[in-house]
């Protein structure tokens, strides 16, 4: 039986067979606004809290961006954690090139093998048990390239499996898309894929998150609404 690391939404464990399945690569996507960066800071605060230190890796936002936001949603403080080293923010966002075209496809292939390494050497100096990318989308969008994108992401969660981490990847899906990423490729290369949406409830819009796929585990499959607030994420359990 596959040994499980929770995901530190509350309520959710029991709907994927007691948590992430540990080594596993795990896509949570989304449109903007969904919840992304709070199920990824569920699941990093809950492994400091467990003692499995945890790595964030952002390629959209400032490492000060991440952590207002955190504490801003939550109140969670996770400056103090990476102090005790359970705990670390990297912001790796490409330069866009300015250079000539002929120029494009050298920087690309750099950024990429650099992010790879970065990302290596990061799970190594916290002796990282968890992994965060947020967001894959920014991959896609910087290598244009269909053929190149699909390769670079392929690489990145081969890397990811052999350092042993368990993983969560965001993917933005775009507002006219009905997709689960913005590429249609990196669904199929991860282990889990759960897409969070906004619903029409009423008058307002509610949160959702429906598991569309976890190798490996008899999951849930209907639509849990969920909650964000000073408790964490949290399922919403329908009467």
């Not at 400032?62 to 359970?86: H, P």
């Not at 190149?148 to 990145?156: G, I, R």
């Amino acid at each position: 039986m596959a040994e499980r690391i929770t995901s530190g939404v509350i309520g959710l464990d029991e709907k994927i067979g007691g948590g992430f399945v540990k080594g596993s690569v795990n896509l949570i996507t989304g449109k903007t606004g969904t919840g992304k960066t709070a199920f990824c800071a569920a699941f990093l605060y809950a492994g400091a809290q467990n003692g499995e230190p945890g790595v964030y890796i952002t390629t959209e936002e400032s490492v000060d961006d991440i952590r207002a936001d955190v504490t801003e949603m939550f109140g969670w403080d996770l400056e103090s954690l990476e102090k005790k080293k359970a705990v670390k923010i990297i912001s790796l966002k490409p330069i866009f090139p300015t250079k000539a075209a002929e120029d494009l496809n050298r920087l690309i292939r750099a950024y990429i093998s650099n992010l790879l390494d970065d990302i290596v050497q990061a799970v190594k100096d916290t002796k990282a048990k968890r992994l965060i990318i947020d967001s894959e989308s920014m991959i896609e969008l910087f290598v244009q390239d269909e053929y190149l994108a699909k390769v670079a992401l392929m690489s990145m969660i081969e890397k990811i499996k052999e350092t042993g981490v368990t993983a969560i990847i965001t993917g933005t899906i775009p507002e006219e898309s009905e997709g689960l990423s913005g590429s249609g490729v990196v669904e199929f290369i991860v282990d889990t894929v759960i897409k969070l949406d906004f619903v029409p409830v009423a008058e307002e819009y509610k949160r959702t998150l429906t598991v569309r796929k976890m190798r490996r585990t008899d999951h849930s499959t209907l639509i849990h609404p969920f909650t964000l607030g000073k408790q964490g994420v949290q399922v919403v359990e329908i009467e």
